[in-house]
């Protein structure tokens, strides 16, 4: 049974850093390509940031571009997400996926390309 575990999300002061982990099991990792996901109160849940299965591909969505860095060590099983210059509008509920990857450089901006998914970390920027 494939399973993802989040951690590392916070309360954290506007423009500070987080730095978010996701641990993956039960599943062959580097035949993945992984993803952030976010959901803020009363919104619908966002593309943050993409990784292909070998690390060499990376996509990160806009408003996160040049703040928020995705990465992952396959020998650990692991993806992280660096957060740095943290906002307000950052706060909400952080996701990781997994999307099985058809090629070496495939990477997912879209929820339906990802078949698990963890079960969120909470990260609140305060102003």
């Known amino acids: 049974q494939a399973q993802l575990v989040e951690s590392g999300g916070g309360l954290v002061q506007a423009g500070g850093s987080l730095r978010l982990s996701c641990a993956a099991s039960g599943l062959t990792f580097n035949n993945y390509a992984m993803g952030w996901f976010r959901q803020a109160p009363g919104e619908e849940r966002e593309f943050v940031a993409t990784i292909s299965k070998s690390g060499d591909a990376t996509y990160h969505t806009t408003s996160v571009k040049g703040r928020f860095t995705i990465s992952r060590d396959n020998a650990k099983n692991t993806v992280y997400l660096q957060m740095n210059s943290l906002k307000p509008e950052d706060t909400a509920v952080y996701y990781c996926?997994?999307?099985?990857?058809?090629?070496?450089?495939?990477?997912?901006?879209?929820?339906?390309?990802?078949?698990?998914w963890g079960q969120g970390t909470q990260v609140t920027v305060s102003s």
């Open positions: 996926a997994a999307g099985l990857a058809y090629s070496s450089g495939s990477i997912y901006s879209t929820q339906d390309r990802y078949k698990y």
